[in-house]
């Protein structure tokens, strides 16, 4: 299961939040946060999601993209 309209991705070292909120911001950005700050990953939810296909078309594109993916729901199992 994934949550609609979010991803996770990493970049390419030397990468800013403004470049990365120019390259997303025609999907409408709700949140931008940095996950893991020494691998450069990113937690992204958008108003308007275009779907993987597109993302990965414009990360591809941009060329400092390490990799994007949907955000997994993960649930808890009852015992």
Same mark, same amino acid.
Do not use: C, W
């Given at each position: 299961?994934?949550?609609?309209?979010?991803? +996770?991705?990493?970049?390419?070292?030397?990468? %800013?939040? /403004?470049?990365?909120r #120019?390259? @997303?911001?025609?999907?409408?950005? &709700?949140?931008?946060?940095?996950?893991?700050?020494?691998?450069?990953?990113?937690?992204?939810? +958008?108003?308007?999601?275009?779907?993987?296909? %597109?993302? /990965?078309?414009?990360? #591809?594109? @941009?060329?400092?993209?390490?990799? &994007?993916?949907?955000?997994?729901?993960?649930?808890?199992?009852?015992?």
């Amino acid at each position: 299961m994934f949550k609609e309209g979010e991803y +996770l991705f990493a970049t390419e070292a030397g990468v %800013t939040v /403004e470049e990365l909120r #120019s390259l @997303f911001s025609e999907f409408g950005i &709700i949140k931008l946060d940095s996950l893991i700050v020494h691998d450069r990953s990113y937690h992204l939810i +958008l108003k308007n999601d275009p779907g993987l296909a %597109t993302l /990965e078309k414009k990360a #591809s594109a @941009f060329g400092k993209i390490r990799y &994007i993916e949907k955000n997994q729901i993960l649930q808890k199992y009852k015992k």
